[in-house]
Nanobody, 120 residues
């Protein structure tokens, strides 16, 4: 079955950086777009943060554009999210997800998430 192992979440001060990783299994990783979503405390909905297609085309939400970078390593079935210039508003549980197909068409399955807390 599809599984994700997310890591890298932590408590960090404003302005700091974190790198999230997500190792996926149970599907042919190189054929699918992968994304990161986040759910902030008190919010019922998840916000799309970033997506990378199977060919490496990237997309970012307006709130993270210029600060976050998504990448993937198909040889390791891993997708990364480099987060710089972190703000308290970035505090959330970050989930990786596989999309329905090779493009960023929408998530099909989620990981359990990793907690990112930005606070002084």
């Amino acid at each position: 079955q599809v599984e994700f192992v997310e890591s890298g979440g932590n408590l960090v001060q404003p302005g700091g950086s974190l790198r999230l990783s997500c190792v996926a299994s149970g599907f042919t990783f190189e054929n699918y777009a992968m994304g990161w979503f986040r759910q902030a405390p008190g919010n019922e909905q998840r916000e799309g943060v970033s997506c990378i297609s199977n060919t490496g085309t990237t997309y970012y939400g307006n709130s993270v554009k210029g600060r976050f970078t998504i990448s993937r390593d198909n040889s390791k079935n891993t997708v990364y999210l480099q987060m710089n210039s972190l703000k308290p508003g970035d505090t959330a549980v970050y989930h990786c997800a596989v999309h329905h197909d090779h493009s960023c068409s929408g998530p099909n399955a989620w990981g359990k998430g990793t907690q990112v807390t930005v606070s002084s």
